[in-house]
């Protein structure tokens, strides 16, 4: 198969007229029966790389995913290109009908979860009809040392083994070097078939802010940002909480997601969100790895994510479309605290490896360089030092060198026996004499009084930076101890250097040219039109409006306003199905203008 027959089916079926990063090189080598591990980007269009070879090679492709939403989803746009697909769930009712339609040969794509593929009778189904490819998403999921370890995913290898002759295309977006050997070790992939893509989002602007007042600050991002949003808040409580306060404080559509929601509930909730071109969704981590929407203007974090890997991939939640999008997250001292104090739950093989992350993640939260180039050197790559578009370089922080009032802070936490909270050790040091402090004999202290009124102010932004680091831990009771690398910083070997945000505290200023969160930039009123006739066409076919076009498609639309079927089938994202069921429509609405 040549890279014009690619091509042209690329352009048929998808409606593209080229290939993205690294899809071409993954496409050949399945085209080419080789077995591959794709490390790609979220929104970089892995999907693509097993479904056009479905349409291409003769059988069935068998596409395992970890969430019935997630397939449902990719179902739906795959239907929507003219692709003959079909899942496997216990949400499916036609069961019997679609293994028919595999048996008959008559499915390019089947959707099954890794519980499902692993049962014998599964593996019998297979028997029965002729294979093109497994493709395994989210292939993290195999090694236990990847950020969302599913065990089931283990039980793949052997059913893949007994189909040796049908290839194998792994694929995930968030995989350092030593997960990405696990996986090709757990899958029975050959070194030589890893493909890595750059793992930058160019146009994901990164925000990280000390949280103060959440509710204000997650109402001045949603003014900024009128588009689909995701929250992720890190309890069931704070999540119902900060739905129900944000629909308040903005009068905009914000609706909770969790587990502990009644499934019908949760359910409504996500098909509203996904359907929804303006609504926000405040969720736990549990939401979103299971959404194609590729029109999420921004992600928040209300609390610090597990690690940088998970944060990498909720982030990458946002501007799947390649429009620019929003990452914002804020944080608190106690979020670190409360981290590392669940660190000791953890089986102690593993406990070392979730320190690492931990302090990975306090690094780039205290950085006060660029934080996408620290982002990707923890990802192996050697990016540039600033990116542009990212808070610390569009608003540099004051960098300053806060080593002496660290000392005097863990001194003060280390003399007053190290149970006292922040307030109090913050009194000692500012020679705040109260009746507390002069029942302790604390007054009495080397350290009290010793901080200037300059330092004074230094004080809070120092404690959460070593709150951050692990070198202050919070004790059973609430108080203040020592810990990680203090002494170090006592003795002078370490220095404590602290990043100050400029005031006052912008979200993302949008540059000149640039859309940031509007989806239509220069007002034009056919762009509202075609947007309205899509969200019409969605509503009457019961789909999400980007599974009809995105919204980059429409743009294009309004601006090289076509006049015929021919010009418009040469509109990106407008293939061969989508011309035949809605060219007519939108053709007559562009002509009306």
Wanted: net charge neutral; aromatic share 6%; glycine share 8%.
């Amino acid at each position: 198969m040549t890279r014009p027959d690619l091509l042209e089916t690329l352009h048929t079926t998808f409606g593209f007229s080229a290939f993205r990063g690294v899809q071409a090189r993954v496409i050949e080598r399945v085209m080419a029966r080789q077995s591959t591990l794709a490390v790609m980007p979220t929104g970089a269009g892995k999907s693509l790389t097993y479904q056009l070879p479905s349409v291409m090679l003769e059988g069935t492709c068998v596409v395992i995913s970890p969430l019935i939403a997630l397939m449902h989803d990719q179902l739906r746009a795959a239907e929507a290109n003219g692709i003959r697909a079909a899942s496997l769930t216990s949400a499916d009712q036609n069961r019997e009908a679609t293994i028919e339609r595999f048996r008959g040969g008559e499915l390019d794509l089947l959707y099954v979860a890794p519980e499902r593929a692993s049962q014998p009778h599964f593996r019998e189904l297979l028997g029965a009809a002729k294979l093109s490819l497994f493709a395994i998403d989210e292939a993290h999921c195999v090694s236990e040392w990847g950020h969302d370890f599913r065990p089931d995913y283990r039980l793949l290898r052997p059913l893949m083994d007994a189909f040796a002759a049908v290839p194998r295309l792994a694929l995930t977006a968030t995989a350092d070097a030593h997960t990405r050997a696990d996986i090709l070790v757990q899958l029975g992939i050959a070194a030589e078939g890893l493909i890595v893509a750059g793992f930058d989002r160019p146009n994901i602007h990164y925000a990280i802010r000390h949280r103060d007042n959440p509710v204000r600050q997650l109402t001045r991002l949603m003014a900024e940002q009128p588009g689909p949003g995701i929250v992720y808040a890190p309890t069931r409580r704070k999540t119902e909480e900060l739905a129900e306060k944000l629909a308040d404080a903005t009068g905009r559509a914000v609706l909770p997601y969790h587990a502990g929601l009644d499934p019908a509930v949760r359910a409504a909730n996500q098909a509203r969100f996904v359907a929804s071109e303006d609504m926000v969704m405040v969720a736990t981590v549990a939401f979103g790895m299971g959404i194609d929407k590729p029109d999420v203007r921004f992600v928040a974090h209300a609390g610090i994510p597990k690690s940088i890997e998970a944060y990498y991939q909720e982030t990458g939640r946002a501007g799947r479309d390649g429009d620019p999008a929003l990452a914002l997250m804020l944080w608190g001292a106690d979020d670190f605290a409360r981290a590392r104090m669940r660190l000791g739950e953890i089986e102690e093989e593993r406990r070392a490896g979730e320190r690492t992350r931990l302090d990975a993640l306090a690094a780039l939260v205290e950085t006060g360089t660029c934080r996408r180039a620290l982002l990707l050197r923890h990802f192996g790559e050697d990016p540039p030092e600033r990116c542009g578009n990212c808070d610390n370089c569009r608003e540099a922080p004051g960098l300053i060198d806060a080593t002496q009032v660290a000392q005097k802070l863990l001194s003060a936490v280390y003399r007053t026996g190290q149970s006292f909270g922040y307030g109090h050790i913050e009194k000692v040091l500012a020679g705040a004499s109260d009746e507390r402090i002069v029942q302790r004999g604390h007054d009495r202290l080397s350290v009290f009084g010793i901080v200037s009124e300059e330092e004074a102010h230094l004080l809070r932004p120092v404690v959460r930076a070593l709150q951050a680091r692990g070198s202050l831990i919070a004790t059973e009771h609430g108080g203040l101890a020592l810990g990680g690398d203090a002494r170090a910083i006592l003795r002078g070997e370490l220095t404590v250097p602290i990043a100050i945000a400029p005031k006052p505290e912008k979200v993302h200023k949008t540059r000149r040219g640039e859309r940031g969160g509007a989806v239509n930039p220069v007002g034009d009123p056919l762009f509202e039109a075609l947007r309205a006739l899509r969200r019409d066409r969605a509503a009457g076919l019961g789909v999400p409006p980007y599974v009809v076009f995105h919204d980059s498609t429409l743009r294009e639309m309004a601006e090289r306003r076509p006049a015929t079927l021919a010009e418009m089938g040469e509109i990106g994202g407008v293939g061969a199905r989508k011309l035949e069921a809605h060219g007519e429509a939108f053709l007559e609405l562009i002509q009306a203008y």
